[in-house]
């Protein structure tokens, strides 16, 4: 993994954190519609992508076939908030309350298992060289699974923000 997808992660993550920090947790957990995620749940959905971005990458590294395919433009997929995703079962969000210092563990948590992660893996080209199947992107290679973390969390970013917005 090179540097600037470290910088990347970072700075997503930095710019999440200021979005939420200095929130209550009434105004964290409020939904602006009964039928949206509150900005508790769309972080607890990273927290909860980030874990099974770390299980499908690490195990596809386990598969020793490696596939050679078309990269895609996931960038152009997944910032285009005109296009709506639905969020697979396995990472939808609790429907009960976060506390938003206990997200904010979860996030920093889940971020240093994910770069810990990444520091086991001794030969990172692998990443470039096997894919696995995205549920909104389909199949798409291993360091495009990493690049997806920040890629999205900039994208539920501008969701916090206009959920915020709904909520003043």
Known sequence: MNQIVNDKLSEAR???LQEISELS???FNSKPELDTWSIAQVCHHLVLVEEATI???AWRLTESSSI????KKIENI????SKKLRAPKIVEPDENPFKVQQIMASLNDTREKLMTF???IEDKSILAEKTVK????GEIFLDQWIEQIYLHEQRHIEQIKEIKLLLE
């Open 14 to 16: 930095i710019n999440l």
């Open 25 to 27: 947790d009434v105004q």
């Open 55 to 57: 299980k499908a990458i």
């Open 68 to 71: 050679k395919g078309e990269r």
């Open 78 to 81: 997944i910032l285009d908030r």
């Open 118 to 120: 990444l520091s086991t």
């Open 134 to 137: 995205h549920p909104a992107l």
